[in-house]
T-cell receptor, first 114, second 112 residues
Framework: SAVISQKPSRDICQRGTSLTIQCQVD?????MFWYRQQPGQSLTLIAT?????????ESGFVIDKFPISRPNLTFSTLTVSNMSPEDSSIYLC???????????FGEGSRLTVL | KQEVTQIPAALSVPEGENLVLNCSFT??????LQWFRQDPGKGLTSLLL?????REQTSGRLNASLDKSSGRSTLYIAASQPGDSATYLC???????????FGQGTILTVHP
């Protein structure tokens, strides 16, 4: 398994500002992902964070709105830019344990935009 | 495009009852099927992973099965306890690692 730490755990932000969420894993992993869980909804994949290269975004998500960094094999950040109330969600970092196909998730970052 | 549906949306049972949560998916070319538990305000805890070549996995009081031909997976919880109360999510993976499609979840309440 993997232990995944996310910061912040929650935040309240003003419309038009940006927030960066950090994800730290206790071991080197090849695959890191960012998911979003909107209120009352299930999870949707935002993007795959690629180490040393640009992230791969899913349909409906763009780099300008959700820039992602992954400087090494244990750390990634997701920024939610120019926030609006519609961005109020839980953002979750997840990793795949090498070779297992099993995904593990962090505790999530609960974002409220006023 | 993979779609995952979970039935029922909510379930309330008395402690000690055995129960089954259902998950169906539209694309039988599923790579794996993973069951998660989510407590209120928390992240996801992985319960069981079934690879496409497998038919079931067991962990303690939990047993999950996968039938690709019918597009179904079930999570069986034996002798339910109040601590089992949570939202249970199933998610299907395609050939790309990490790209899970999630169902809407089943909210389980086990009352003493």
């Amino acid at each position: 398994s993997a232990v995944i730490s996310q910061k912040p755990s929650r935040d309240i932000c003003q419309r038009g500002t940006s927030l960066t969420i950090q994800c730290q894993v206790d071991s080197q992993v090849t695959m890191m992902f960012w998911y979003r869980q909107q209120p009352g909804q299930s999870l949707t994949l935002i993007a795959t964070a690629n180490q040393g290269s640009e992230a791969t975004y899913e349909s409906g998500f763009v780099i300008d709105k959700f820039p992602i960094s992954r400087p090494n094999l244990t750390f990634s950040t997701l920024t939610v830019s120019n926030m609006s109330p519609e961005d109020s969600s839980i953002y979750l970092c997840s990793v795949e344990v090498i070779g297992s196909g099993e995904l593990f998730f962090g505790e999530g970052s609960r974002l409220t935009v006023l | 495009k993979q779609e995952v549906t979970q039935i029922p949306a909510a379930l309330s049972v008395p402690e000690g009852e055995n129960l089954v949560l259902n998950c169906s998916f539209t694309d039988s070319a599923i790579y794996n099927l993973q069951w998660f538990r989510q407590d209120p305000g928390k992240g996801l805890t992985s319960l069981l992973l079934i690879q496409s070549s497998q038919r079931e996995q067991t962990s303690g009081r939990l047993n999950a099965s996968l039938d690709k031909s019918s597009g179904r997976s079930t999570l069986y919880i034996a002798a339910s306890q109040p601590g089992d109360s949570a939202t249970y999510l199933c998610a299907g993976g395609g050939t790309s690692y990490g790209k899970l499609t999630f169902g809407q979840g089943t909210i389980l309440t086990v009352h003493p």
